[in-house]
């Protein structure tokens, strides 16, 4: 129902700076719930940041004061600004977008395919 495309991942240095964009097919403002995961190889996949359809947002820890969610509704595209980059933040980025779904009575979860984010020298 709901598709999720991600864009903007890329190799990049430590220190520096990388924008992902998360195009959605549907109105952002219909999402409940809009967030980023990642996936380093080995390792369970763990929540980078939230965003609400009412604006809040929540974060990591570990990406606190590096990394900003944000969203443009009329372009149902929500956003990652990652600054001050780790080789640690090296990982796949995947969008994730949780509706509530009138037909099954539930909340659902939909997943993009991911983009590599590479932070290396």
């Known amino acids: 129902q709901v598709q999720l495309v991600e864009s903007g991942g890329g190799l990049v240095q430590p220190g520096g700076s990388l924008r992902l964009s998360c195009a959605v097919s549907?109105?952002?403002?219909?999402?409940?719930?809009m967030g980023w995961y990642r996936q380093a190889p080995g390792k369970q996949r763990e929540l980078v940041a939230t965003?609400?359809?009412?604006?809040?947002?929540n974060y990591n820890d570990s990406v606190k004061g590096r990394f900003t969610i944000s969203r443009n509704n009329a372009r149902n595209t929500v956003y990652l600004q990652m600054n001050s980059l780790k080789p640690e933040d090296t990982a796949v980025y995947y969008c994730?977008?949780?509706?509530?779904?009138?037909?099954?009575?539930?909340?659902?979860?939909?997943w993009g395919q991911g983009t590599q984010v590479t932070v290396s020298s």
């Open positions: 994730n977008a949780q509706k509530y779904d009138i037909r099954w009575r539930e909340i659902r979860g939909y």
């Open positions: 549907e109105s952002i403002l219909s999402i409940n719930v």
């Open positions: 965003i609400t359809s009412g604006g809040s947002t």
